[in-house]
Every structure is written in C-alpha cells, then in structure tokens.
C-alpha cells in the first residue's frame, strides 16, 4: 500500500508570491491533516478537513487555506509569502475522523521564501 | 513528591543501553497520546499510542509510560540501536477534536556505537 505522497518536496519562493503544496493520502484514508514544522515553534497544526469539510482549524492567518477534494487528495495555499513562512510542511492522513486511530504522515514540503 | 522526568532536547546514549525520552503534555482533556519518531529528511514515523485509561502500554523494544496525576509521559527503548537515532515527538489529541494533534518539543536521540 502507497504511503502518504506530497509534492513538491522542495519549493523555493520569493516574498509576495503564493504557492499551493498537494498531498495524497493513503487510499481509502478519509481525513487529511497538515501541519507546519520548524526549528523554534516545532510541529503545529494548520488545519484538517474530512470528507471535503474544514473540520479544525489551527492558529494560523488567513493567508494559509486548503481544500480536499473527492478522491480526498487535499491541498493547501499560502498567499502573500513571509519569510517566516519557510518551513518544512507536512500531511498526515487518517482512516476516519475523530477516533483514535493512527495517522500516517508524508515526507514533507520543504518550502523555503526568500 | 514523586519524581517526574524532566524534557531533554537532546539525549546520547551507547549502543545496548535502555533510552528513556520524557514529555510533559498541558492539555488536563487530552486521552490519547502518541510518540513518533522522526529521521532527518523524513515525516513523523507512529511508534505506539497509549489511551488515557491505561497508564503503560508495551511494543515492540518500546514502552510508554503516562501519568496523568502529574501529566507526564516517557517513551522507554530497550536494548537502543544506532538506527534508533532520530527526533522523537510525544503528541496528545482529544477524541472530540478530530484528528488534530498538539506536539511536545522533540528529543534528538543519539546512539554511540
């Protein structure tokens, strides 16, 4: 079975710009989650959606949006880069919503703004 | 007072020792709590998960302990092998929440051959 795939795996962008970063869950997961990475805030929850709903959203601004779509690939745009945006991003996908099961997370997104 | 292991960012031990990683969580409504194990260039790798109605859980070379008195977990590793090291994570979640998990701060855990 294919893990978790995201792509790019790296991405260079310059401040301004916007770029939209894809992950494709595990065949059959139903919830996708991402989450931002970097060496002083560590691993923090951006949002989760099931079933192509926004389930929970983390302290993020308005800049940082996502999507899911019927296959239950998922997306995630940020507009207007800063350079505290660069991070390495990352999606993690689970069977179902609201239970305790395991979530399996994708190599990552290394997103680097200049 | 009981003694509570206190978060180490990084951790260096030889080959063979047992390896015991700590975690204080901060959420008093958090019942399910995983520890990941991350490589460099790699995403968060599951290792165990404890529920909140249990206070020890044993893998494979693995144990998690929680305490939720005191809200303290620890990942114990028996027998450490070099291709243990990594970044290790603890996570806590709520079951209503969804599948959002909140992190710990990471341990870099070394293994001397």
């Not at chain 1, 601004?61 to 660069?86: A, K």
């Not at chain 2, 969580?25 to 790699?42: L, M, P, R, T």
């Not at chain 2, 302990?65 to 027998?79: D, G, M, R």
Request: one cysteine or more; glycine letters at 10%.
């Amino acid at each position: 079975k294919a893990g978790v795939t995201q792509t790019p795996r790296y991405l260079i962008k310059t401040r301004g710009q916007q770029v939209t970063l894809s992950c494709s869950p595990i065949s059959g997961h139903r919830s996708v989650s991402w989450y931002q990475q970097t060496p002083g805030q560590g691993l923090q929850f951006l949002f989760e959606y099931f079933s192509e709903t926004q389930r929970n959203k983390g302290n993020f601004p308005g800049r940082f949006s996502g999507r899911q779509f019927s296959n239950s690939r998922s997306e995630m745009n940020v507009s207007t880069l800063e350079l505290g945006d660069s991070a390495l991003y990352l999606c993690a996908s689970s069977l179902e919503q609201g239970r305790s099961d395991e979530q399996f997370f994708g190599p990552g997104t290394r997103l680097t703004v200049l | 007072g009981e003694s509570v292991g206190l978060h180490l960012p990084t951790l260096s031990v030889q080959e063979g020792d047992n390896s015991i990683i700590n975690c204080a969580y901060s959420n008093s409504a958090s019942d399910y709590f995983i520890w990941y194990k991350q490589e460099s260039g790699k995403g968060p790798q599951f290792i165990i998960d404890i529920r909140s109605n249990m206070d020890k859980r044993q893998g494979q070379r693995v144990t998690v302990l929680l305490n939720k008195t005191v809200k303290h977990l620890s990942l114990q590793i028996a027998a450490t092998q070099p291709g243990d090291s990594a970044v290790y994570f603890c996570a806590e979640k709520e079951e209503t929440s969804g599948s959002r998990l909140t992190f710990g701060e990471g341990t870099q855990l070394t293994v001397n051959p």
